[in-house]
């Protein structure tokens, strides 16, 4: 059995983490809520990075429940990820959203950003074999 936790090994934590994926974000995927930032991971495992402003989600206990919904989405899908390190952040009107919507549009992202992670591996890896 799959050990799902999120440790701090999983964590983006520094300031320096979070520029390396704003400055370096090779892969996008946008939602009706959500848009998320990637790049390729120097680290062992995958690592996530919460961005909730308050000017975007304005009551505390909100963007509580938002940064807990993405990190229980994150714990449950990082087995299936690449090496990749993303940051996560919420659009205007999602406090308006259910947690069952959330956690659907949370679970697409983590597929779509997959797939283009994959197709850029395959991209590289044939011209590296000539």
């Known amino acids: ?6 440790g701090t090994n999983v964590r983006l934590h520094c300031a320096a ?3 390396s ?3 370096g974000a090779l892969f996008k995927v946008h939602q009706p809520h959500f848009l998320f930032l990637a790049k390729p991971s120097e680290q062992p495992k995958s690592r996530l990075g919460l961005v909730v402003a308050k ?3 304005r009551r505390a206990h909100e963007r509580n429940r938002i940064k807990r ?3 229980e989405s994150f714990r ?3 087995q299936q990820l690449a090496l990749i390190d993303i940051v996560v952040m919420p659009k205007l009107g999602i ?3 259910s947690n069952a919507d959330l956690t659907q549009q949370l679970q697409l992202a983590w597929r779509k950003l997959n797939r283009l992670v994959h197709k850029h591996q395959n991209t590289i890896s044939p011209s590296i074999e000539k």
């Open 55 to 57: 000017k975007k989600v």
């Open 95 to 97: 406090e308006t959203v």
């Open 21 to 23: 994926v704003f400055d």
């Open 1 to 6: 059995m799959a050990l799902y936790s999120f």
């Open 76 to 78: 449950l899908h990082q």
């Open 69 to 71: 919904l993405a990190r």
């Open 17 to 19: 983490d979070f520029k």
